[in-house]
T-cell receptor, first 113, second 112 residues
């Protein structure tokens, strides 16, 4: 019963490097999303997807790209890492678009130096 | 701008105490309010509230919504150390996909 799996759990990047945060779910959920969580800011939506091949921007999309080639996977790409992207990143999936029964991954703690 | 505000930011209580956490919101086209519990890592879903005055209950946790005054409370009775966590309030805002707008959370510490 894997649920939502995020990798890696921790990552340190140098400014300007690129990387991909992986997210996979095995519940056949249509809705997937990426949030970042910063102290004092709560969780903020970066990008979301309502199904394979369909993605859209959330509240804080700049500096990030996503794609959804399969129902299961929803990777988040940092194109050129900046210290402002130091954060904890959560991937979530749900079968409904209203946030109920949303399952979150365990998070990726990213530090950009 | 859609906004969700939680109070207090943090709270320390003794085991056995009852606590009340607050969440107020200002959103257009309100449909529901969600509560999550976040321990060390991933938030886990607690309640969804859509109707005013209807209490949702799960064990020692309960929550109620007041749509007139635009707020919700989460009550925890007979607190235990395992209740220590950050409690998050979120409101879906509709843009086709209902993205969640989160409050900053209330950090609860229950001491033995």
């Amino acid at each position: 019963n894997a649920g939502v799996t995020q990798t890696p759990k921790f990552q340190v990047l140098k400014t300007g490097q690129s990387m991909t945060l992986q997210c996979a779910q095995d519940m056949n959920h249509e809705y997937m999303s990426w949030y970042r969580q910063d102290p004092g800011m709560g969780l903020r939506l970066i990008h979301y997807s309502v199904g394979a091949g369909i993605t859209d921007q959330g509240e804080v999309p700049n500096g990030y790209n996503v794609s959804r080639s399969t129902t299961e996977d929803f990777p988040l790409r940092l194109l050129s890492a900046a210290p402002s992207q130091t954060s904890v990143y959560f991937c979530a999936s749900s079968y409904r678009g209203d946030g109920t029964e949303a399952f979150f991954g365990q998070g990726t703690r990213l530090t950009v130096v | 701008e859609d906004k969700v505000v939680q109070s207090p930011l943090s709270l320390v209580v003794h085991e056995g105490d009852t606590v009340t956490l607050n969440c107020s919101y200002e959103v257009t086209n309100f449909r529901s309010l969600l509560w999550y519990k976040q321990e060390k890592k991933a938030p886990t879903f607690l309640f969804m509230l859509t109707s005013s005055g209807i209490e949702k209950k799960s064990g020692r946790l309960s929550s109620i919504l007041d749509k007139k005054e635009l707020f919700s409370i989460l009550n925890i009775t007979a607190t235990q150390t395992g209740d220590s966590a950050v409690y998050l309030c979120a409101v879906p805002v509709s843009t086709g996909f209902q993205k969640l707008v989160f409050g900053t959370g209330t950090r609860l510490l229950v001491s033995p």
